[in-house]
């Protein structure tokens, strides 16, 4: 039986999407460079009055970040965040705005907003996906979606999650968020996998190119239906770049009890550290 995900925020041609893009390195990068796209067909089609967006990361640019990355050589010292949104800013006519520092647990606080519609994480580690979960299953935090983008060498993923929050009650329709289905992502007794290399030969070794531009893709394309028709059959997706198959995460309770369930038992039979 087919299932269908009913968007949670009202269609207003008066109110605009508001979006926090989580980290600005190579698919973050891809992500915000890909939304002025979605800012112009939302207007179009008159349901939203585009897109708000704020992008949050304290990297910078270094040499290596110019072969995979959206930067030239001239950006080498500058912030990520910044560069990307001026760039955005000058060239569609937007007022988006770059905050150069990481997300905290405390940020919604600290920026006095509680109620973002999307928030949009490029992360790569698991300590970085513990701490936005954290701060969007406080009690008073109002964000509608989690839309949650990683990956590894070859393979990557991206899943829509409704957090339970003040805005998200409990219930069996609920989209399961990244960290509910599959737990270790953000678990940081589990480790981190390798941190980038300052070699760019060995950071392609390490990473094909065009994973983060497909899963960015993806995912968009992922948001444009939900924000056009207003409904979902698939909150997720994982791609393989060595068969080339991209494999849909379908809207499916059940499914969601097997996978957590699945997931359990794998736990279970891991070594303790």
């Known amino acids: 039986m087919r299932i269908e995900h009913a968007l949670s925020i009202r269609a207003d041609a008066r109110r605009?999407?508001?979006?926090?893009?989580?980290?600005?390195?190579?698919?973050?990068?891809?992500?915000?460079?890909?939304?002025?796209?979605?800012?112009?067909?939302?207007r179009v089609w008159g349901r939203f009055a585009g897109l708000d967006v704020l992008l949050m990361d304290a990297d910078t640019v270094s040499e290596t970040n110019c072969i995979r990355q959206p930067f030239s050589i001239s950006d080498i010292g500058l912030s990520k965040a910044t560069v990307l949104i001026n760039r955005i800013n000058l060239f569609w006519g937007t007022n988006w705005k770059a905050e150069p520092r990481n997300f905290e647990e405390r940020t919604f606080e600290?920026?006095?907003?509680?109620?973002?519609?999307?928030?949009?994480?490029?992360?790569?580690?698991?300590?970085?996906?513990?701490?936005?979960?954290?701060?969007?299953?406080?009690?008073?935090?109002?964000?509608?979606?989690?839309?949650?983008?990683?990956?590894?060498?070859?393979?990557?993923?991206?899943?829509?999650?409704?957090?339970?929050?003040?805005?998200?009650?409990?219930?069996?329709?609920?989209?399961?968020?990244?960290?509910?289905?599959?737990?270790?992502?953000s678990d940081v007794k589990?480790?981190?996998?390798?941190?980038?290399?300052?070699?760019?030969?060995?950071?392609?070794?390490?990473?094909?190119?065009?994973?983060?531009?497909?899963?960015?893709?993806?995912?968009?394309?992922?948001?444009?239906?939900?924000?056009r028709y207003g409904k979902i059959e698939h909150h997720g997706g994982f791609f393989n770049a060595a068969t080339g198959k991209m494999t849909a995460l379908p809207v499916d309770p059940g499914l969601w009890r097997k996978t957590r369930l699945r997931n359990r038992k794998m736990q279970a039979k891991l070594p303790t550290r």
């Open 190 to 227: 589990a480790g981190e996998d390798q941190l980038p290399s300052c070699s760019a030969v060995e950071a392609l070794e390490r990473q094909e190119p065009f994973i983060n531009q497909t899963l960015a893709a993806s995912a968009l394309t992922m948001l444009a239906r939900l924000l």
């Open 16 to 42: 605009s999407i508001r979006i926090l893009v989580v980290g600005a390195g190579g698919t973050g990068s891809a992500i915000v460079m890909g939304l002025p796209y979605l800012d112009q067909a939302l």
């Open 110 to 185: 600290r920026i006095q907003d509680t109620s973002i519609d999307f928030l949009i994480g490029c992360v790569d580690s698991r300590a970085a996906r513990s701490v936005i979960a954290r701060s969007l299953a406080k009690s008073n935090n109002r964000t509608a979606y989690w839309l949650d983008l990683g990956n590894n060498s070859a393979s990557g993923q991206f899943v829509l999650g409704q957090p339970w929050n003040a805005r998200n009650r409990r219930s069996a329709e609920r989209l399961r968020t990244v960290n509910e289905l599959y737990p270790e992502i």
